[in-house]
T-cell receptor, first 115, second 114 residues
Framework: DSGVTQTPKHLITATGQRVTLRCSPR?????VYWYQQSLDQGLQFLIQ???????AKGNILERFSAQQFPDLHSELNLSSLELGDSALYFC??????????????FGPGTRLTVL | QQQVKQSPQSLIVQKGGISIINCAYE??????FPWYQQFPGKGPALLIA?????SEKKEGRFTISFNKSAKQFSLHIMDSQPGDSATYFC?????????????FGSGTRLSIRP
């Protein structure tokens, strides 16, 4: 158990809808990262937050947005959903010591299915 | 320059054999190279990592070999077991704007045949 929690575990919705994925980082971790993993594909970095502020942006679509709240939990909002958005969405957290050896601890993921 | 290239995409090895996964990078600013292991239905987890000032790091049956001049590194799994069947991601990390920046490879799906 990495200490990172994600809810819900599974989500089934229809095209055009909007969903919110939630992540609680490990106790004490200030950084939260969001990744998308499509079938048989690698980890696509979406966005990183550090202590409530956006720190880095990857291949995140304009239909997607995220935020990190004062209690450090984070939410990823996906809107105007398309079939191609069906994927596993992972959240990771790190202690962000400021050097390159920060380990990212991944949550169990949310499997999103868009019908 | 930010890419980490990983090969092969998939690998099948007999039980007891050696599994080898290769990665290459271009940006010499990377200074930490972790490997993550992901089992089906789970999130990736750190397996082993190496700094570029050493050429090899071994933890049990898992060994990272690092070639700084060639900008290549590889994961060797000795005496591969069915329980090692998973997807493996190499990664490269650097310090960036007082934080770490990590780039993942595309992943290798490893299957160990009993």
């Amino acid at each position: 158990d990495s200490g990172v929690t994600q809810t819900p575990k599974h989500l089934i919705t229809a095209t055009g809808q909007r969903v919110t994925l939630r992540c609680s980082p490990r106790s004490g971790d200030l950084s939260v990262y969001w990744y998308q993993q499509s079938l048989d594909q690698g980890l696509q970095f979406l966005i990183q937050y550090y202590n409530g502020e956006e720190r880095a942006k990857g291949n995140i679509l304009e239909r997607f947005s995220a935020q990190q709240f004062p209690d450090l939990h984070s939410e990823l909002n996906l809107s105007s959903l398309e079939l191609g958005d069906s994927a596993l969405y992972f959240c990771a957290s790190s202690g962000d010591r400021g050097d390159s050896t920060d380990t990212q601890y991944f949550g169990p993921g949310t499997r999103l299915t868009v019908l | 320059q930010q890419q980490v290239k990983q090969s092969p995409q998939s690998l099948i090895v007999q039980k007891g054999g050696i599994s080898i996964i290769n990665c290459a990078y271009e940006n010499t600013a990377f200074d930490y190279f972790p490997w993550y292991q992901q089992f089906p239905g789970k999130g990736p987890a750190l397996l082993i990592a190496i700094r570029p000032d050493v050429s090899e790091k071994k933890e049990g049956r898992f060994t990272i070999s690092f070639n700084k001049s060639a900008k290549q590194f590889s994961l060797h799994i000795m005496d591969s077991q069915p329980g090692d069947s998973a997807t493996y991601f190499c990664a490269a990390s650097m310090r960036h704007s007082s934080a770490s920046k990590i780039i993942f490879g595309s992943g290798t799906r490893l299957s160990i045949r009993p």
